[in-house]
């Protein structure tokens, strides 16, 4: 799902207010999945970037599937491709 606060005219630069000193994902496996908590009980997770929450029902302004980390870290649609290039993630095949 596209975040609706964020702009497709948005330019991409390092002032982008959703960077917030995420480089420890750079170069990152990662894969495209449907949502689902890692934890009993729990109901969501946010995107990396812009905090958008994945739910595993659809509900307004949420995601239900979305590129993760082997360790759990979601990221949106909309976050992916606007800093799939400045990040170098790697897709899994």
């Given at each position: 799902m596209k ?10 630069t ?6 917030q000193g995420q ?6 496996l990662?894969?495209?999945?449907r ?19 994945f739910?595993t029902?659809?509900?307004p302004g949420?995601a239900r599937?979305g590129?993760?980390?082997q360790?759990?870290?979601?990221i949106c ?6 800093f799939?290039l400045?990040f170098e993630?790697?897709l899994e095949?």
């Open positions: 975040n609706p606060n964020v702009k497709e005219s948005d330019v991409i390092q002032t982008d207010w959703r960077l480089d420890w994902l750079r170069e990152e990662l894969r495209y999945e949502y689902a908590p890692v934890r009993q009980g729990s109901e969501h997770d946010h995107c990396e970037f812009c905090w958008i929450p739910r029902r659809e509900l949420t599937e590129y993760v980390t360790d759990r870290r979601w649609d909309t976050c992916y491709e606007d799939k400045m993630w790697v095949t």
